[in-house]
Each structure stands twice: as C-alpha cells, then as structure tokens.
C-alpha cells in the first residue's frame, strides 16, 4: 500500500513563489511515474506537470516556464516549484503516483495541499 503526503501549500501573493512536495510511502516510487495535479472550484482536475521514472517532462501549457517537477527517489519524494504564480493558479494540488503496469491497475492520489495566490 501507498500513501502519499503532500506539503508546502498555502498563500501568496501574485508574482511569488512556492515548492510543493510529496512523499510516497513504500518501495515502488523510484521505478513509477509521478506527477501533480490541480482541480479549481467548479473545474475539473488537470495535470500540471508530470515526471517519468527515467526523468522525462511534460507541463500544461499554462505553466511552462514558471513551474519545474523534480524528484528525488533516494527520499521517495517529487516536488513542484512555482514561480510567477498568478491568481488562475489558485486551487488544491494533488500528488499522483503511477505505478508500472505490473505492479498492479491502480494508482495513488494524495489527500490534496491548497495552493492560493491572492494579493
């Protein structure tokens, strides 16, 4: 079983800064995906930024530029760090693990972190 804490969520103000992190019980994070979601009010959830076992990439068009994914399997933990935040950033990150396929259908979801940007 996997679970996932996510911290570092709170208020800033337009133009500030913010590291999100995660950290993954268990032994599968290192050779899983993983990744951050956010969901706004009235909207449905979106990735934000997702990162590959092997390190690879990928962003929303709305925060390239202004946000990085890492991790740091030796801690069993990714993180985001937002920069330039805007208003529209405002809403609850999860965390996601996506373990590989052979070990098991499912993947794991944190209880969620609020991320406010207002001045």
């Known amino acids: 079983q996997v679970q996932l804490v996510e911290s570092g969520g709170g208020l800033v103000q337009p133009g500030g800064s913010l590291r999100l992190s995660c950290a993954a019980s268990?032994?599968?994070?290192?050779?899983?995906?993983t990744g951050w979601y956010r969901q706004a009010p009235g909207k449905q959830r979106e990735l934000v930024a997702e990162?590959?076992?092997?390190?690879?990439?990928n962003y929303a068009d709305s925060v390239k530029g202004r946000f990085t994914i890492s991790r740091d399997n030796a801690k069993n933990t990714v993180y985001l760090q937002m920069n330039s935040l805007k208003p529209e950033d405002t809403a609850v990150y999860y965390c996601?693990?996506?373990?590989?396929?052979?070990?098991?259908?499912?993947?794991?979801w944190g209880q969620g972190t609020q991320v406010t940007v207002s001045s």
């Open positions: 268990g032994s599968i994070f290192s050779i899983s995906g």
């Open positions: 990162i590959t076992s092997g390190g690879s990439t």
């Open positions: 996601n693990l996506d373990p590989p396929w052979y070990e098991g259908p499912f993947d794991y």
